[in-house]
């Protein structure tokens, strides 16, 4: 399985970003999974949740502080996810990660547990200037 993340850049406060996590390599057997999205912020050792989505309930789960802001979609295929940024700050400075997991016991509290997810893409920057 890989993911690949694309879409962050230099934007402007209060400006607006679509990343993208293409997910390949899945098999005909995975029927359900989840998908994720992280953020690590410059100097934070570990990359704190954003979202989580479970492919079988088409259900995304949002912390306190990313909803709202965030928005997680996809295509029809549900092979790419899309998490819109809206109004950006500064402090959303960071380097973005969408993650897959399999383990979906209780995934719908342990989803900001980056430990679950076995599966990561390499990341991309995003910048905010102020």
């Known amino acids: 399985v890989q993911l690949v993340e694309s879409g962050g850049g230099l934007v402007q406060a209060g400006g607006s970003l679509r990343l993208s996590c293409v997910v390949s390599?899945?098999?005909?057997?995975?029927?359900?999974?989840?998908v994720g999205w992280f953020r690590q912020a410059p100097g934070e050792e570990r990359r704190k949740g954003i979202s989580?989505?479970?492919?079988?309930?088409?259900?995304?789960f949002y912390t306190h502080s990313s909803r709202g802001r965030f928005t997680v979609s996809s295509d029809n295929t549900g092979s790419t996810t899309y998490l819109q940024i809206d109004d950006l700050r500064p402090d959303d400075t960071a380097k973005y990660f969408c993650?897959?997991?399999?383990?979906?016991?209780?995934?719908?509290?342990?989803?900001?547990?980056?430990?679950?997810?076995?599966?990561w893409g390499q990341g991309t920057q995003v910048t905010v200037s102020s």
């Open positions: 993650a897959l997991t399999r383990r979906l016991f209780n995934y719908v509290t342990r989803w900001p547990d980056r430990h679950i997810y076995d599966y």
């Open positions: 390599g899945l098999t005909f057997d995975d029927d359900d999974y989840a």
């Open positions: 989580g989505t479970r492919k079988s309930e088409g259900r995304t």
